[in-house]
T-cell receptor, first 114, second 112 residues
């Protein structure tokens, strides 16, 4: 059973804290993604990685950074958390077969910044 | 600017009827369009995709239609069941790029 695992289901952090969201996949996928999901806005891509140490900005990268030191792990970093970063964060992975469009998602991390 | 997945936010359908969920897009450079289903408390799950050079693709109880003339995508679910209750997202993958861009989603509610 393929799996994308996010380290926390719920997190509460204070404004200004540095926050790490961790994601691990066991499918040996090259691609990994971080999205945030907000009501009425759908899923918006924050960052994308297509290989170890490689990253590409998504649609809303401001206030975030990422790290991919190993193929199976993709971390999202909030350098200084703010209340407008309260959201559901979803990690996903996919392989690089040209025909493949299926991304596998984790269960999500609901982050509240107070 | 470009956008994908302009959905109606909610749709209610009687159990046993067919459901049609619609999506509009503006980017003609996409090579695939994809539908995902998100049940409560879970991440989205892949349902079906369609390549941009096709206009119809069928799966088990689902059919996706692509109309490139009006940049419209639809997901048809036959004989809707309670387990079909979820939020449905259309997504696109731009040609030559692995990124998936999602729309805003439609919440499908099944009426018993």
């Amino acid at each position: 059973d393929v799996k994308v695992t996010q380290s926390s289901r719920y997190l509460v952090k204070r404004t200004g804290e540095k926050v790490f969201l961790e994601c691990v996949q066991d499918m040996d996928h090259e691609n990994m993604f971080w999205y945030r999901q907000d009501p009425g806005l759908g899923l918006r891509l924050i960052y994308f990685s297509y290989d170890v140490k490689m990253k590409e900005k998504g649609d809303i990268p401001e206030g975030y950074s990422v790290s991919r030191e190993k193929k199976e792990r993709f971390s999202l970093i909030l350098e200084s958390a703010s209340t407008n970063q309260t959201s559901m964060y979803l990690c996903a992975s996919s392989d690089q077969t040209g025909r493949n469009t299926e991304a596998f998602f984790g269960q999500g991390t609901r982050l509240t910044v107070v | 600017g470009e956008s994908v997945g302009l959905h109606l936010p909610t749709l209610s359908v009687q159990e046993g009827d067919n459901s049609i969920i619609n999506c509009a897009y503006s980017n003609s450079a996409s090579d695939y369009f994809i539908w995902y289903k998100q049940e409560s408390g879970k991440g989205p799950q892949f349902i079906i995709d369609i390549r941009s050079n096709m206009d119809k693709r069928q799966g088990q109880r689902v059919t996706v239609l692509l109309n490139k003339t009006v940049k419209h995508l639809s997901l048809q679910i036959a004989a809707t069941q309670p387990g079909d209750s979820a939020v449905y997202f259309c997504a696109e993958r731009k040609g030559g790029n692995e990124k998936l861009t999602f729309g805003t989603g439609t919440r499908l509610t099944i009426i018993p």
